[in-house]
C-alpha cells in the first residue's frame, strides 16, 4: 500500500475513533472540557451534540483514555433497549450484582445500593450515552428518574448524552421537558473550518511519522469544500487521494486527485453534505446547449422583432399561485432540459410586452426551469407538492413581493408574475437584472426588456429557491443546539463576531444584537430573528451557486 511509498509508520486517514490521532481544534477542546467537567465533584448532566463524523466518539475515547482517578464509567454504545434492558447494561457495565429475577424495581434498588457504596469510597460514577438520539422517550423519562438518585449534596449518577443534533430536538418535546430542564451543560460540535482542515491533515501525518507536505494547500481546499469539514468525510477522501497518488507513482496530492477521490470515495454524500455540488457538474453538461439556445434565440428574434404591439394590458392583478402539483413524473425535468444557466447573456435587442406575449409557457415548465438551474435532477414523483418535495433536497421556495432592488440583493434566478395585455397573468423566468433592464427566459430564448416596461405588467410577485442550511427556518428566541451554532459560526466568518468567540445554546442578547447589526448593513428589516430573507444572506454562496446576471450594460 501507501505506506511506504509515503514513509508512513501507519495509515493516517483510518475512519476508527483513534484517539492517539484526535486533533483538537479550539471547539474539540471545548467539547472535551464540557465531558470533563462532567466527570467533575460538581458534575451532573451534560449533552454533547454533533453533525455524523465531526469526532463526538473520539473525544469519548480520549476522555476513557485518560484514565481519570475515582471514576468509574458505564458506557452504553447501543441505547435501542427497553427501560428494563437499559438499566440492565447499566448494572452490567459497573458490574453490579442483581438478584434473580430480574425487574426494573430490582435493578434500579441494585444500583442505588452501589452508588451509595462507590460514593462512600469516594469515588465517582459516570454513565455516558453515545447515540442517544435513538433513545425511546420512555428510555429517557427512566434517564432522568437515574438522576434522583442522590445524597443530600451530590448526584450518585452522573449523565452525558451524546448524539447528532437530532438529540437536541427530542429533548425540546414537551413531555420531556423535565429531563431538558435538568441539563447543566450543552454543547454543539461543529465541522472544521478551511484552515482547521489544513491543520488536521498535517496533524494526523505527523502522527504517521512524516512531515512532508504531501497534500497541495489547492488539494486541502478542495477536499475541505467536498467534505464540507467533517473529519470523518476528510479521512475517507485523504486516504483514497493518497491511494491515487501511489498508483499514479506522485509523491504530491493535487487537486485532480483529490477531485477524483472524492468522487469515487463517498459517490453521492456530497449531496447530502454539500447540497450545491451538483450544479458544478451541470455547467460541464450543459455550457454547450446554452450556446445552441442563445444563437437560436437571437436568429428567430431577429425576425419577430418588428410585430405589431398589442392594446394596453388589462388593470387586473392576481397574485401569484404556489407552483402546481406535479402531474407527470418527469415534468420537473423533462420540460427544462433546455433551461439556461445564469450566465452573462450576449446583448440582445430590446423586446415589448406584446413580444413576450407570443411566448407564454404554463408555470410547471417554467418552475421545472428553475429548479434545473439548482439541481440537475429533481425527483419528483406525480401529484407530489414541488416546493415540499424539493425540501428533501434542502431547497426551499420563497415566495414574497418586493422591488428590483430585493431581487438585485437576494441575487438567485426567480419566476415573475407577469399581467399581460392579452393573456393576462404569466409567469417568466428572470435570468438577469442590470439597472435598466431585464433578461427573461422564454421559449424562443432569453429576451431583453426595459425596466420601465417590466413596471407595467409586474406586481412585485416573485418566487425563487434558496438552499436552507438550518433545521428551522426561522432562528429566534425558542432556537437552540445545531441552529444556534451554524448562525454563531456564519456570523464569524462574515466578520461580525471575533473567531474563537465561545458558541452560546441559545439566542442570546448578544447574539440577537449582531443579527440587528448585519440586518441593518444588508438593509433588511431589523428585529434581531434570522428568518428566511436573513436566511438567504447569511448562507454559504459557493462560486456556482444560481445567480442573477448583473452590471450588464
Not at 433497549?81 to 442483581?98: A, G, K, N, R
Not at 476528510?234 to 487537486?255: E, P, Q, W, Y
Not at 410547471?364 to 418535495?389: F, H, K, N, Y
Not at 465561545?502 to 444588508?522: C, G, K, S, W, Y
Request: hydrophobic share 40%; proline share 7%; aromatic share 6%.
Amino acid at each position: 500500500m501507501y505506506t511506504e511509498y509515503f514513509q508512513l509508520r501507519e495509515m493516517p486517514f483510518s475512519i476508527t475513533p483513534d484517539p492517539a490521532y484526535l486533533y483538537l481544534s479550539p471547539r474539540h477542546q471545548e467539547a472535551l472540557g464540557h465531558l470533563l467537567y462532567g466527570t467533575g465533584q460538581y458534575g451532573g448532566f451534560v449533552q454533547l451534540t454533533g453533525e455524523v463524523g465531526t469526532g463526538k466518539t473520539t473525544i469519548i475515547r480520549s476522555l476513557l483514555d485518560q484514565k481519570l482517578p475515582d471514576v468509574n464509567v458505564a458506557m452504553i454504545h447501543n441505547p435501542r433497549q427497553s427501560e428494563q434492558e437499559f438499566v440492565q447494561s447499566i448494572c452490567d457495565e459497573l458490574h453490579v450484582v442483581y438478584p434473580q429475577p430480574v425487574s426494573l424495581k430490582t435493578l434500579v434498588d441494585a444500583l442505588n445500593e452501589h452508588l451509595l457504596r462507590t460514593h462512600a469510597a469516594g469515588r465517582r460514577t459516570v454513565l455516558i450515552i453515545d447515540e442517544a438520539q435513538n433513545l425511546e422517550p420512555a428510555v429517557l423519562e427512566q434517564v432522568r428518574l437515574l438522576t434522583n438518585l442522590e445524597t443530600a449534596k451530590a448526584k450518585l449518577l452522573r449523565i452525558m448524552l451524546v448524539g447528532q443534533p437530532e438529540l437536541s430536538a427530542l429533548l425540546s418535546r414537551a413531555d420531556l421537558r423535565q429531563l431538558s430542564s435538568r441539563i447543566s451543560a450543552r454543547y454543539h460540535l461543529t465541522p472544521l473550518s478551511a484552515q482547521e482542515t489544513r491543520e488536521y491533515i498535517e496533524h494526523r501525518l505527523r502522527i504517521a511519522g512524516t512531515r512532508t507536505d504531501i497534500f497541495t494547500p489547492a488539494a486541502v481546499e478542495l477536499i475541505h469544500r467536498q467534505a464540507r469539514g467533517v473529519p470523518r468525510l476528510i479521512n475517507i477522501i485523504c486516504d483514497r487521494a493518497l491511494l491515487g497518488a501511489f498508483s499514479g507513482r506522485m509523491r504530491k496530492v493535487t487537486t485532480a486527485i483529490a477531485r477524483k477521490a472524492a468522487r469515487e470515495a463517498i459517490g453521492e454524500l456530497p449531496l447530502v453534505f454539500d447540497p450545491k455540488a451538483p450544479l458544478r457538474w451541470r455547467w460541464i453538461e450543459t455550457a454547450w446547449l446554452v450556446v445552441l439556445v442563445g444563437c437560436a434565440a437571437l436568429f428567430v428574434y431577429s425576425f419577430t422583432r418588428n410585430e405589431p404591439i398589442f392594446a394596453a394590458r388589462s388593470e387586473a392583478r392576481q397574485p401569484m399561485p404556489p407552483p402546481p402539483p406535479v402531474e407527470d413524473s418527469q415534468a420537473t425535468s423533462a420540460d427544462a432540459v433546455d433551461a439556461p444557466a445564469p450566465l452573462l447573456m450576449p446583448r440582445l435587442p430590446t423586446a415589448s410586452l406584446a413580444d413576450l406575449s407570443k411566448t407564454v409557457q404554463p408555470l410547471s415548465v417554467v418552475m421545472g426551469r428553475l429548479i434545473r438551474l439548482w439541481t440537475p435532477r429533481p425527483s419528483i414523483a406525480r401529484g407530489d407538492d414541488v416546493c415540499e418535495a424539493l425540501q428533501v433536497t434542502g431547497l426551499e421556495c420563497y415566495r414574497s413581493a418586493g422591488n428590483w432592488a430585493d431581487l438585485r440583493q437576494m441575487n438567485r434566478p426567480a419566476i415573475l408574475a407577469l399581467t399581460l395585455p392579452a393573456e393576462g397573468l404569466q409567469h417568466f423566468l428572470l435570468l438577469e437584472l442590470g439597472q435598466d433592464h431585464a433578461v427573461l427566459d422564454t421559449v424562443l430564448g432569453p429576451m431583453r426588456l426595459t425596466l420601465a416596461e417590466l413596471e407595467r405588467a409586474w406586481s412585485g410577485e416573485f418566487l425563487l429557491l434558496w438552499r436552507r442550511e438550518t433545521h428551522a427556518i426561522r432562528i429566534d428566541e425558542t432556537a437552540e443546539g445545531a441552529d444556534i451554532a451554524w448562525l454563531h459560526q456564519r456570523l464569524i466568518e462574515l466578520d461580525y463576531l471575533p473567531a474563537g468567540d465561545t458558541t452560546p445554546v441559545t439566542l442570546t442578547p448578544f447574539l440577537a444584537e449582531t443579527v440587528r447589526r448585519l440586518q441593518n448593513d444588508r438593509s433588511l428589516s431589523v428585529d434581531g430573528i434570522a428568518g428566511v430573507r436573513t436566511l438567504i444572506e447569511l448562507g454559504e454562496e459557493l462560486p456556482d451557486t444560481p445567480k442573477l446576471g448583473l452590471g450588464l450594460p
